[in-house]
């Protein structure tokens, strides 16, 4: 009897099986299995893969994986070597291989839509050489079928273009941050100019007693920085909870389901610093204009004023 070693091709008899090398495979387990199962993280389950009885060791556990929605079915995150061997190991013909692959493409690949534009402008598919096409010549040589092929470029951009995503999102945040800008200055204004006239008395008092105009105009300073400080402070607290609170009931998607992940709060840096950059021009004016009138006051006749 001769035997002979190779790689072995598909579809080929295998007159010596192999065992199993790892006794327990480590896995990383969603919240809602161990939720439906009772298990906690550091337990060994024995579970059944393809027919294949294992034991695998529950090492982490995952919220999220790309195209598995923990909502709908509990999964399991393992390598894919020791998967594919224990599948495989026992078998006399034939091998099990994944039903799903990610493909990463070079930089500068052309997308399938590309691909398929420059093929129907050639009338040929001599022009459709990539990382993809070369994929799927190998999976033909293999004899094997290829499913459908998504390029997540041209998905994504689908999304992007979407009316109700990309202009509607921007007019929607475009509005509120042109609101809280006039709101917010007309509210400091009206707030800066009757306190300014009903205080106007107690500056004169405060000159009369012997308060110079540079302590009276810190003074005025010191305040209305701690007015803004404040207003600020708590509005910044007010919005990130409110956002915390809105977003979750705005992320719905076209069929009325949940968006798997969840939408995450980020704040928009350039129209946060375009905000607050044109408020704090105009705090600077009012303060500024304050301070000036302040500067100018006559004593004689703030105090007559009080007087009558």
């Known amino acids: 009897m001769r035997l002979r070693w190779g790689a072995g091709q598909l579809n080929e008899f295998r007159g010596i099986s192999s065992g199993n090398t790892i006794e327990h495979i480590p896995v990383l387990a969603s919240e809602s299995l161990l939720d439906k199962i009772g298990a906690k993280l550091g337990e060994t389950l024995e579970v059944a ?21 923990p909502e709908e079915s509990s999964f399991v995150i393992m390598d894919n070597d020791a998967a594919h061997n224990l599948v495989n190991a026992r078998r006399n013909t034939g091998e099990r291989v994944p039903n ?3 493909i990463k493409t070079e930089a500068g690949t052309p997308s399938i839509e590309q691909l398929e534009m420059m093929k129907d402008e050639a009338e040929g598919s001599r022009l459709r050489y990539s990382a993809t096409s070369s994929v799927e010549r190998n999976l033909e040589l293999l004899r094997l079928r290829s499913g459908p092929v998504s390029d997540r470029l041209s998905l994504l951009a689908g999304v992007s273009v979407d009316p109700l995503v990309s202009e509607g999102w921007r007019a929607l945040l475009g509005v ?23 205080r106007l008395a107690e500056f004169g008092l405060l000159r009369t007693i012997g308060l110079s105009m540079r302590q009276l105009l810190m003074l005025i300073l010191l305040e209305q920085l701690i007015v803004i400080g404040v207003a600020v402070a708590i509005g910044i607290f007010m ?64 105090m007559r004023m009080g007087d009558a």
Not at 176 to 198: D, W
Not at 262 to 277: K, N, Q, R, S, V
Request: hydrophobic share 50%; glycine share 6%; aromatic share 12%.
């Open 176 to 198: 509120a941050f042109v609101t809280v800008l006039i709101v917010s200055a007309i509210g400091f204004v009206v707030h800066t100019r009757v306190a300014f006239r009903r």
């Open 100 to 102: 799903e692959v990610w």
């Open 239 to 302: 919005g990130t909870r409110l956002g915390d609170t809105i977003i979750p009931y705005l992320a719905r998607s076209g069929q009325d389901a949940n968006v798997v992940p969840p939408m995450t709060l980020e704040i928009y840096w350039t129209g946060f610093a375009t905000t607050f950059g044109l408020l704090a021009i105009v705090f600077a004016v009012v303060i500024a204009i304050s301070l000036i009138s302040v500067y100018r006051m006559a004593i004689h006749r703030v």
């Open 49 to 69: 893969i393809d027919n294949e009885r294992t034991s695998i060791d529950l090492v982490g556990t995952i919220d999220y994986f790309p195209t598995l929605n």
